[in-house]
């Protein structure tokens, strides 16, 4: 049998392979990507043309650059904080726990770019604190919203294109859980692991996943994560 899979193997690797066929471009294919090209470059080479190419080097040293160049940076800093301390729980929870929400989400998210901006200025002045609406740091909240659309679809692409569910039942596995699941319950102090050595005891894993005994070696306090019971 070993031998008629070999000579099966030999043979197949002696045929002769067809030869790879280059796929051909449609042109209506390469019209479209000049004309978007020629549309996109146009403006850029008729403001270079009518500043001048010189001017530019000369904006670095204008009044106010390194003010204005400072504030973006606070700005772009601010909106990306937000943005992630917003987006990615949210995107995560709705992914674990209600899947069902998955669609709204999606709506909700996409509203920034339905609405006017002006109505979304509105709706930020009524909301805003009173301390942020003199500072140009409003413009951080309005640029939060204004990512939100951006933010949540690629977080979504990346957490489908993970087994997310599989690396929390992993993680699980490992004894991780949330904070408010199961607080420890080992009735010994950490003072006294130093000079009275620890017997040894089954421990139990426990959470929302199942439980499942675990050894603990003898002569060493069991460290404090939130998912170990020790018995």
Known sequence: MATVISKELADEAAAPRAPHRRRSVPVWRWVILLLTGVYF???????????GIA???????????????????KLALMT???????????????????????????SITILPIVIPPVVLIVGVLEVAPGYLKSTPYLLGLVYVILAMPF????????????????????ASSLGACAPRCC???????????????????????????GSWPSTRPAGRCPPPPRCWHCS
Do not use: N
Request: hydrophobic share 40%.
């Open 41 to 51: 470059l146009i403006p850029l080479y008729a403001a270079l043309r009518f500043a």
């Open 55 to 73: 001017s530019f080097g000369k904006v670095v040293h204008q009044t106010g650059f390194s003010d204005a160049l400072i504030l973006s940076l």
């Open 80 to 106: 990306t904080v937000l943005t992630l301390a917003l987006m990615v729980p949210t995107t995560i929870y709705v992914h674990l726990r209600l899947p069902g929400l998955r669609r709204l989400l999606e």
């Open 151 to 170: 933010a949540y679809r690629s977080l979504d692409a990346g957490l489908r294109s993970l087994e997310l569910r599989t690396l929390v039942d992993a």
């Open 183 to 209: 607080p420890p319950r080992c009735s010994r102090s950490r003072s006294s692991s130093a000079s009275t050595p620890w017997p040894a005891s089954t421990c139990t894993r426990r959470s929302r996943y």
